[in-house]
């Protein structure tokens, strides 16, 4: 008995708690972002620059190369050796790499399954007819600005590809724009993407460009996350984005 009555009184302990103590309720989940690559580009005013992206397949132990502007890989699906510089690395699913304008990388699926890789291109309009990775690849554009990123300034930029996690049922965040410019591929879930007062849904594969006076929300009205990529330029020591609207310029 003696021990029941012990046990009863901790249990009661414990379920009754004490008077004004104050009830926490557990946090929404935090977006996350994952810097994947990146880099300093010392000016971006040389010549007009443009946003394009390609998706690449090579089957198992093709090779390829690529020798073009500025840009980024990342691995989708299987994975890719980058031979550049005299060094090697294999990357595999959500992995990627800067490759600088003018040098050469070779390129060698791996063996276990087709290797599929997207490589976005900060290019001068001269570069973008060139073809991207040489054959056997199989190169697919799927975007292309068909204007010149505009806004550009003087100085030096950070040229960064980052993979951004919204958290199910994320309000739309308040209005913002790019400080730079940015180019957006949804990986998987739907975004809900307001522009001038109209939201659209944009799910997997959907790219959204975001040039520096666009002012827009981003919301994940969704069950599941919305993990996107983003391609993003934006003045050294300036974040990428800004509250509001840019301020007009006198």
């Known amino acids: 008995?003696?021990?029941?009555t012990t046990g009863l009184l901790?249990?009661?302990?414990?379920?009754?708690?004490?008077?004004?103590?104050?009830q926490t309720t557990a946090a929404p989940p935090a977006i996350t972002r994952t810097v994947i690559a990146a880099t300093k580009l010392p000016t971006v005013t040389d010549?007009?620059?443009?946003?394009?992206?390609?998706?690449?397949?090579?089957?198992?132990?093709?090779?390829?190369?690529?020798?073009?502007?500025?840009?980024?890989?990342?691995q989708m699906s299987g994975s890719t050796e980058?031979?550049?510089?005299?060094?090697a690395k294999m990357l595999h699913a959500g992995e990627g790499l800067f490759i600088a304008g003018g040098k050469t990388a070779a390129l060698t699926a791996g063996r276990g399954g087709p290797s599929?890789?997207?490589?976005?291109?900060?290019?001068?309009?001269?570069?973008?007819?060139?073809?991207?990775?040489?054959?056997?690849?199989?190169?697919?554009?799927?975007?292309?600005?068909?204007?010149?990123?505009?806004?550009l300034q003087p100085g030096g930029y950070d040229l960064n590809l980052t993979r951004v996690t919204f958290p199910a049922q994320m309000p739309s965040n308040p209005p913002h724009h790019r400080s730079g410019a940015a180019l957006y591929f949804i990986?998987?879930?739907?975004?809900?993407?307001?522009?001038?007062?109209?939201?659209?849904?944009?799910?997997?594969?959907?790219?959204?460009?975001?040039?520096?006076?666009?002012?827009?929300?981003?919301?994940?009205?969704?069950?599941?996350?919305?993990?996107f990529l983003a391609f993003n330029i934006n003045p050294e020591g300036v974040a990428a984005v800004l509250p509001?609207?840019?301020?007009?310029?006198?």
């Open 82 to 87: 980058v031979a550049l510089d005299g060094e």
């Open 187 to 227: 990986i998987s879930g739907t975004g809900a993407n307001t522009v001038d007062g109209k939201t659209e849904a944009k799910g997997p594969g959907s790219l959204i460009y975001e040039p520096y006076a666009l002012v827009h929300q981003w919301g994940n009205p969704g069950n599941e996350p919305l993990i």
């Open 116 to 151: 599929t890789f997207l490589h976005f291109f900060l290019a001068p309009a001269g570069d973008l007819g060139r073809l991207a990775e040489t054959a056997p690849a199989a190169v697919r554009e799927l975007y292309r600005t068909a204007n010149s990123i505009p806004d």
């Open 47 to 74: 010549v007009p620059l443009h946003f394009k992206t390609v998706s690449i397949t090579l089957q198992p132990d093709e090779r390829s190369s690529v020798s073009a502007a500025n840009g980024i890989l990342y």
């Open 10 to 22: 901790l249990l009661g302990a414990m379920a009754l708690p004490a008077p004004g103590a104050a």
């Open 244 to 250: 509001g609207a840019p301020a007009k310029k006198q």
């Open 1 to 4: 008995m003696q021990f029941r």
